[in-house]
C-alpha cells in the first residue's frame, strides 16, 4: 500500500540578500515526506537545517520552487488560506520558544486550542493532560521568566502537540534540557508518533535526536548530501490522514 505524502517539496531553493551579496540558504531540493515519520534533519551550524525547517512549515517562502503541504500547493493559497492550513496541520517547536511572556504555561499551551474554537471544558482537559504528559504538572500557573529553560522548552513542546496536529516541525527541540530530560521527551514524541501516526521532523545535530530518527536528512553547505534510513528504523504505514482544513 503507498505511504501517504504530506510534505513535498519541488525544485525548492531559498536565498537571502546580505547587502549587495546574495546568499544561497538551501539549494534546489526535492523531497518526499510520508505520514508517520519521524525524522531528523542533521549538519553543523549553517548548513540550511533551520531554513528547510522553515520551508517545510511554510513559515518562510521558497525563492524558487513549489511547496505541497497535505494534498495542497501553498503557492496557491492565499494568504490567510496558508495560514489556516497551517494552523489546522501543523504544531512548532521553536529553538527560541517563542512563548508569549505575559501569559502562563497553560494560557501558552491554551491558546492553540483557542483560535482552534475548542469549548473551554475540553481545553482544560487536553491542557492538564499534556503538561503531564511533557512533566510540567503543577506548573501551569508559571510564567515563562518562572520557568528554567528547559521548562520553557517543554511548554513548547506541549503548545505544539495538544492541538493533534498531522505534523509536528522542531528546530533543535533538546537543546536546552539535561540528558535525562531529553531521552524522556524524544520517548515521548516517538510515543505519539506511533499512537497517533503524527509525522515529526527535527533539525538537530545531537546524537540522542539524530539517533533516535527513523531516517535522517543530512545537509552540508545547503544541499542535501544524504538521505537515508537506518537498519533500524521501525517505520509504521498509517490509514489515510483525515484533517479539518477548510478555508473560509
Not at 548548513?47 to 501553498?74: F, Q, Y
Amino acid at each position: 500500500m503507498p505511504q501517504e505524502p504530506v510534505i513535498r517539496l519541488i525544485g525548492v531553493r531559498k536565498e537571502y540578500a546580505d547587502g549587495e551579496l546574495t546568499v544561497t540558504a538551501l539549494q534546489s531540493t526535492d523531497l518526499v515526506i510520508t505520514r508517520g515519520e519521524f525524522i531528523c534533519i542533521a549538519g553543523p551550524s549553517g548548513s540550511g537545517k533551520t531554513t528547510l525547517l522553515n520551508l517545510l512549515g511554510c513559515i518562510d517562502e521558497p525563492s524558487a520552487g513549489k511547496i505541497c503541504l497535505i494534498g495542497r500547493m501553498v503557492g496557491t493559497l492565499r494568504r490567510r488560506e496558508a495560514a489556516l492550513l497551517r494552523r489546522a496541520c501543523i504544531g512548532f517547536v521553536f529553538q527560541s520558544f517563542n512563548l508569549i511572556p505575559v501569559l502562563t504555561a497553560f494560557e501558552n499551551v491554551e491558546y492553540v486550542l483557542l483560535l482552534k474554537g475548542v469549548p473551554a471544558r475540553e481545553r482544560l482537559q487536553l491542557v492538564r493532560d499534556v503538561l503531564d504528559r511533557v512533566g510540567l504538572a503543577g506548573l501551569g500557573a508559571k510564567k515563562p521568566r518562572e520557568l528554567s529553560g528547559g521548562q520553557q522548552q517543554r511548554v513548547a513542546v506541549a503548545r505544539a502537540i495538544v492541538g493533534g496536529p498531522a505534523i509536528v516541525l522542531a528546530d533543535e527541540p533538546t537543546a536546552n534540557l539535561d540528558s535525562t530530560s531529553g531521552e524522556k521527551l524524544m520517548s515521548l514524541l516517538r510515543e505519539i508518533n506511533r499512537q497517533r501516526g503524527t509525522t515529526f521532523v527535527f533539525s538537530s545535530h545531537d546524537p540522542r535526536v539524530i539517533n533516535s530518527a527513523d531516517r535522517i536528512i543530512r545537509l552540508t553547505d545547503g544541499q542535501v548530501v544524504s538521505d537515508s534510513c537506518p537498519a533500524s528504523s521501525s517505520f509504521t504505514f498509517f490509514p489515510p490522514l483525515q484533517h479539518s482544513f477548510s478555508p473560509e
